[in-house]
């Protein structure tokens, strides 16, 4: 599509909409788990969507394109060889109300796990790509932690296929930005062409989201890597790790964290195996062990630094690769993980407390 079509769907059609979508395609949406928290789940039921939610547990990002225990290769013996068999392509999948910040996220695994890598894309991740529809949903109540705002990750003007916006009683603005998500969208049993009014709705709420966040960065966005890097050996990131215990949390619900490893597991009758893809951490001790036993980030404090610098420094794609969920806020038993705090305390030249 060279231009974006919208629309507006009525709240009673949401659900059926999905239902139908459901009817030919898996579809991953936010529900309400039995611990009360949020997390995008496989629907099976389409009343069981909960497009009020603040944010998610764990960023939609790794459940689409690192799940768990994920086999990318098989191999087993036939006659003497090796035969190997990838992994089977991946279903169409709709991603339905992403926030604007997870979809930004995306344009990291892009630049890191896709396109940005040409030739070396990884090709099970440019499968699923292609093969998943972004359906976003506009935030209209910024989670506790947030700063997206100071990111510019708020917003999402491209990367989905869909972007909802509750409109209240006029129902969800549908803005459709793709041939993909036209497909999906006109799915729908009933719509209408947006009005006028309807956008100059969706400017104001988009407007006044952006005033609601509830925390702000302490430096622009574009003088933080010259402000790192000036302190790339500052005391801080040591005394800050002295709190670290290494679970890993931060990195487990970032995003834009895409690093993993690859494990083997072979069959007890060493006639068959399987490749299995895990999400890794820098944040854990043997992440840059070597060969001989050289360790390239020995300590915590080492960890921590290289976490900060890999966010606002190592640019992959974006202009930062944190996108102010604030999910690692929230998460972090030892209260260091704070994007905001760090760069506050830093700038302040005060101890961790």
Request: net charge neutral; proline share 7%; hydrophobic share 35%.
């Amino acid at each position: 599509m060279n231009r974006t079509s919208c629309y507006i769907l009525k709240r009673e059609h949401l659900a059926p909409w999905v239902e139908k979508i459901m009817g030919e395609e898996d579809v991953l949406a936010p529900v309400l788990t039995g611990e009360g928290k949020f997390a995008f789940e496989y629907l099976k039921n389409a009343k069981d969507i909960r497009l009020d939610y603040p944010t998610t547990m764990l960023p939609p990002t790794q459940k689409v394109f690192m799940p768990a225990g994920e086999t990318v290769v098989t191999w087993k013996k036939i006659d003497g060889r090796t035969v190997f068999e990838p992994a089977p392509a991946p279903k169409r999948l709709n991603v339905f109300g992403i926030h604007p910040y997870d979809i930004h996220a995306l344009k990291v695994w892009d630049d890191v796990m896709g396109k940005g890598r040409g030739k070396l894309a990884d090709p099970d991740y440019v499968a699923k790509r292609k093969n998943t529809a972004i359906i976003g949903l506009d935030v209209l109540a910024p989670p506790p932690n947030s700063f997206c705002e100071s990111l510019g990750t708020h917003i999402a003007l491209d990367g989905y296929d869909i972007m909802l916006t509750d409109l209240g009683d006029s129902g969800y603005f549908v803005e459709v930005a793709t041939m993909k998500g036209l497909a999906v969208f006109f799915r729908a049993s009933d719509w209408e062409s947006a009005t006028r009014e309807d956008f100059i709705l969706r400017a104001k709420l988009r407007a006044e989201v952006a005033k609601k966040y509830p925390k702000t960065l302490p430096i622009p966005l574009e003088e933080i890597k010259d402000f790192l890097e000036e302190r790339i050996q500052h005391p801080y990131f040591d005394e800050a790790g002295k709190f670290c215990v290494g679970c890993a949390k931060c990195t487990i619900a970032c995003p834009t964290c895409t690093c993993c490893n690859l494990k083997e597991e072979p069959a007890l009758d060493g006639k068959s195996g399987s490749r299995v893809r895990e999400c890794d951490s820098c944040q854990l001790k043997c992440f840059t062990k070597m060969a001989g036993g050289a360790n390239a980030r020995k300590t915590p404090g080492a960890r921590f630094q290289h976490r900060v610098f890999d966010k606002f420094v190592y640019h992959h794609g974006m202009p930062a690769s944190c996108v102010g969920c604030g999910r690692c806020v929230g998460i972090c038993p030892a209260n260091i993980a704070d994007p905001v705090k760090t760069l506050t305390l830093l700038k302040e030249e005060v101890p961790h407390e």
